[in-house]
């Protein structure tokens, strides 16, 4: 009988060993059941879940240990990816046969009944990786998928982080505007220049006897957000062209 180890919160333990493991995730197909791991020879391995889990997990974690049938239908894999359909015995098996099995899990596709649950142990907590595996020393990628909302220390992680590079400054886009030879770079640098400070429309003055009406009307549509006697006058001056 292969024995598995599920890692949940220490609060639910007393529960667990009366009731058992009830099947509240949901599996590859959509199934409910329980996410566990095999006993690998590798204490690492076996609980390497946990420093991950506890990005979601509040609380101290602990391994509940359990046993259910050879032939018992199950499902192993890689997170994300489609799993094979095995039994547990074969599932076990499997993990043991693989070189890097780190980022596999099992899944019981029901829940576990008391008498299969063998007793919970306390665990280091942080074992394991997190993110995902190998993730030490690279960037962590802080798109809204990878890292969602409300993750715990999810702001520190996008400060340091930052998906979208920084915008760029008001002189910056001023330059970008002096060196702007086509149209369309300078209407980009235009639009760009009307979330910056509200201020120095003389510095667009140029722009008004620009010949192309592509250019005078997008500048006529920035000096909207400008504020000083100079950029009235110029939207003056554009509005009697």
Known sequence: MPNLVHVTAHR???????????ARSRGW???????AMAVLPDFTLTHQWVRELRRWKPGVLVAVDVRIPDDEPVTVGRYGREPQRLTAAAATAHLRGLADPRGYEIFVPRSIRPAEVRRIRALPQGVGWRHVPDAHGRRPCTCPVCL???TPGSARVRRRFPYDPPPETKPQLMATLRAAVTVDDIVYALYALAGRRRGGAEELAYLADHPDPEVRGALADVLVHYRGTAARDLRARLAAD
């Open 29 to 35: 197909d959509g199934d409910r059941g329980v996410y």
């Open 148 to 150: 969602q909302p409300g």
């Open 12 to 22: 639910h333990a007393a529960r667990l060993l009366r009731g058992g493991i009830g």
